[in-house]
Nanobody
Framework: QVQVVESGGGLVQPGGSLRLSCAAS????????MGWYRQAPGKQRELVAS???????NYTNSVKGRFTISRDNAKRIVYLQMNSLKPEDTAVYYC?????????WGQGTQVTVSS
């Protein structure tokens, strides 16, 4: 059974940093595009950042210059480095693994930015 597991969330003060990790098992990781999504209370889930199998990255405008997505195919992990965090970044962050045929989601990890 495919598993996609996020970790690294928590409570951080505004201006702080967190690094999220997402480990995927039982898939050919290098053949999947990976993405980080987030969902805040009362809002729709939105794409935060994505990285293709070739390593091309894409970010939503609100996180450009603050967040960095990267992947380690050997370890089957995708990271989201989040710097200069703002209260509006508070959300549950979900990892997504996707190819042309399938998409897998993790259970999410809570990120709370508050003083």
């Amino acid at each position: 059974q495919v598993q996609v597991v996020e970790s690294g969330g928590g409570l951080v003060q505004p201006g702080g940093s967190l690094r999220l990790s997402c480990a995927a098992s039982r898939i050919v990781f290098s053949l999947y595009a990976m993405g980080w999504y987030r969902q805040a209370p009362g809002k729709q889930r939105e794409l935060v950042a994505s990285i293709t199998t070739a390593g091309r990255t894409n970010y939503t405008n609100s996180v450009k210059g603050r967040f960095t997505i990267s992947r380690d195919n050997a370890k089957r992990i995708v990271y989201l480095q989040m710097n200069s965090l703002k209260p509006e970044d508070t959300a549950v962050y979900y990892c997504n693994a996707q190819n042309v045929a399938r998409a897998y989601w993790g259970q999410g990890t809570q990120v709370t930015v508050s003083s």
